[in-house]
């Protein structure tokens, strides 16, 4: 199996090393992984690609390449520049440091990278580590995802549908903020949705008088529904969420077709 590996906080980041063990455990002996991975962190750019400006691309050891790009671009630079001879059997986006469940999916770089593969028709699967106070301090907080991650990859593609739509499948893996020995087990949750919590702005001054704004997070120990995604992974779960590029609200359109004349 050929596997590419990409990450949104950069090509020296720790959940990146996790995530080439994982891989190397899915490729086998006889497989290959590859690591296109962003230069510098590039969290919270969803799924932006470099569309009005060039990247520089380096190769930093074999199969291994860094890009002054977003996840997706590195997605891209993979598939039409770096693996030409032959594409990914699968990609996988993470491990991120930090959850992406609940509303957090839509800002995550490292879902974006998963997004540009299935849009390039690869099976791809983004994992996170949430992070809390059962785990943060550990000597490796991203235990459970490491421990996890290779079997909960396995039956994602085991279970996963042989399809022909027009949007494909890819999948939002989240890890619980615990410890590897304490993962209660894997979960299918839908997206859920932190009641009352979301990205703002706190202002600070420069040392010079200026005005900045930093982008503030919401509390990520706020529950989602019952059975979603980060309730699952705040009690012990690994969650799997399916997810598909294809933003239509299908149910809306019966809903709404009074709007038709």
């Known amino acids: 199996m050929r596997i590419l590996i990409t990450n949104d906080d950069g090509i020296n980041a720790p ?11 899915l490729a086998g002996p006889n ?5 296109v991975a962003p230069a510098f962190e590039q969290s919270g750019v969803g799924h932006c690609i470099s569309y009005t400006k060039p990247m ?9 390449f860094a ?6 671009d590195c997605v891209l630079a993979a598939i039409h520049d770096t693996m030409t001879a032959a594409p990914p059997d699968l990609v996988l986006s993470g491990v991120n440091r930090g959850n992406n469940a609940a509303e957090n999916a ?19 699967i983004a994992l996170s580590q949430y992070y809390g106070p059962a785990n943060r301090d ?6 459970a995802a490491a421990q996890h991650g290779a079997e909960t990859c396995r039956r994602i593609l ?43 702005t706190e202002a600070h001054l420069s040392p010079s008088g200026r005005r900045f704004l ?13 059975g979603s995604d980060a309730c699952l992974n705040l009690d012990g779960y690994v969650s799997v969420t399916p997810m598909r590029c294809d933003l239509t609200d299908h149910a809306a359109l019966d809903t709404l077709a009074g709007i038709n004349g």
């Open 67 to 72: 890009t002054e790009g977003s996840p997706a």
């Open 214 to 226: 930093w982008i503030k997070g919401g509390d990520q120990r706020v529950q989602t529904a019952p």
């Open 31 to 35: 497989g290959e992984v590859w690591t």
């Open 158 to 200: 085991a279970h996963s549908p042989q399809e022909d739509a027009a949007y494909g499948l890819f999948y939002n893996v989240n890890f619980p903020p615990v410890a590897g020995a304490d993962v209660r087990g894997i979960r299918l949750a839908p997206q859920g949705r932190r009641p009352g919590t979301g990205f703002s």
């Open 106 to 124: 839509l800002y995550s770089g490292t879902l974006g990278g998963a997004m540009e593969a299935a849009l390039q028709g690869l099976p791809a």
């Open 56 to 64: 520089m691309i380096s190769q930093l050891g074999e199969r291994v």
């Open 15 to 25: 959940g990146l090393t996790v995530l080439k063990a994982i891989a190397d455990e």
């Open 138 to 143: 550990l000597a490796d907080p991203f235990e």
